[in-house]
């Protein structure tokens, strides 16, 4: 998998936007951008995918770059619930021996101010 | 719908003991995957399964082994347990293992070798 590269730690205050970004400059075509978080003492958890369009799900909105070397997670009113870590990872669109280990790297830490 | 099953939660071995960490999913996923995650790191991928009856390695497979004998359950073992494999363990399954598909996380099984 292409590599992410994300900065280490970010703050926000409680239910404002908070807008984390994801580098990955060597992404391939066929390459889908997904985004999961980890709260305190869990695993992590699915927060969005997309391709090429931007996204929205209850969670988040996906935000991604018209060249596709960079994404945007948004989380339009963080709440305290929202502390966690974000982690961005690239997953190739095909079946295949390199998309089988996915690679997590070490995310945002997200803090959230009340 | 249990999801993804982990047990034990915790764990203390002494160094040499050998254990098994099991892991049960009942989604009909075909892949499944350990990781660890050491303090203030990401998640590293120990061994991986596409199917029941199959296997590979990720990242970080030694000292520990797998097995696939059927589609719901992939044990994670050690097999002479040492302070390094001191970590928190992770077990992930996802439908299939290619790019649209969510992948769902245990809570985690927190090991202590002393």
């Known amino acids: 998998d292409a590599k992410t590269t994300q900065p280490n730690s970010m703050e926000s205050n409680e239910e404002e936007p908070v807008h984390l970004p994801c580098n990955h400059s060597t992404i391939s075509g066929t390459d889908y951008i997904h985004w999961y978080r980890q709260l305190p003492s869990q695993g992590p958890e699915y927060v969005i995918h997309g391709l090429t369009s931007n996204v929205n799900n209850r969670m988040a909105s996906l935000a991604i770059a018209e060249d596709r070397k960079s994404s945007t997670l948004i989380l339009h009113r963080a709440t305290l619930r929202d502390a966690a870590v974000y982690y961005c990872i690239l997953r190739d669109l095909y079946s295949g021996a390199g998309s089988y280990q996915l690679t997590f790297g070490k995310g945002t830490k997200l803090s959230v101010i009340p | 719908n249990a999801g993804v099953t982990q047990t034990p939660k915790f764990q203390v071995l002494k160094t040499g003991q050998s254990m098994t960490l099991q892991c049960a999913q009942d989604?009909?996923?075909?892949?499944m995957s350990w990781y660890r995650q050491d303090p203030g790191m990401g998640l590293r991928l120990i061994h991986y399964s596409v199917g029941a009856g199959i296997t590979d390695q990720g990242e970080v497979p030694n000292g520990y082994n797998v097995s696939r004998s059927t589609t719901e359950d992939f044990p994670l073992r050690l097999l002479s347990a040492a302070p390094s494999q001191t970590s928190v363990y992770f077990c992930a399954s996802s439908y299939r293992v290619n790019s649209g598909n969510t992948i769902y996380f245990g809570e985690g099984s927190w090991l202590t070798v002393v």
């Open positions: 989604m009909n996923h075909e892949y």
